[in-house]
């Protein structure tokens, strides 16, 4: 069974940065992703990364801003996000791909979901 568990989150000013983690227990190597929703608003996808790190894929929204890395010993997934804008704030939810190749931002394609933790930017 996986368990993912997201921290991180919090209030930071426009321009400012913060830095979100996923801990991931069970089976761990497959592809992970980032999430976001927003109040009002549809779940949406933000970033995924493939089971060793190395390939990557990114919403345009957040393309040169936010970056998503893993790191496998430690059964960690991140996303620091960099240039926080208003738009930014939502629930950020960490998510398992059912690949470990595959970057998807399709909600189907992933199989386990973690509670989210909200960040909320002032402008």
């Known amino acids: 069974q996986v368990q993912l568990v997201e921290s991180g989150g919090g209030l930071v000013q426009a321009g400012g940065s913060l830095r979100l983690s996923c801990a991931v227990s069970?089976?761990?190597?497959?592809?992970m992703g980032w999430f976001r929703q927003a109040p009002g608003k549809e779940r949406e996808f933000v970033a995924a990364?493939?089971?060793?790190?190395?390939?990557?894929y990114y919403a345009d929204s957040v393309k040169g801003r936010f970056t998503i890395s893993r790191d496998n010993a430690k059964n960690t997934v991140y996303l620091q996000m960099n240039s926080l804008k208003p738009e930014d704030t939502a629930v950020y939810y960490c998510?398992?791909?059912?690949?470990?190749?595959?970057?998807?931002?399709?909600?189907?394609?992933?199989?386990?979901w973690g509670q989210g933790t909200q960040v909320t930017v002032s402008s």
């Open positions: 998510a398992r791909s059912s690949s470990r190749l595959r970057v998807g931002s399709l909600e189907y394609e992933y199989d386990s």
């Open positions: 990364v493939n089971w060793n790190g190395d390939i990557t």
């Open positions: 069970g089976r761990t190597l497959y592809a």
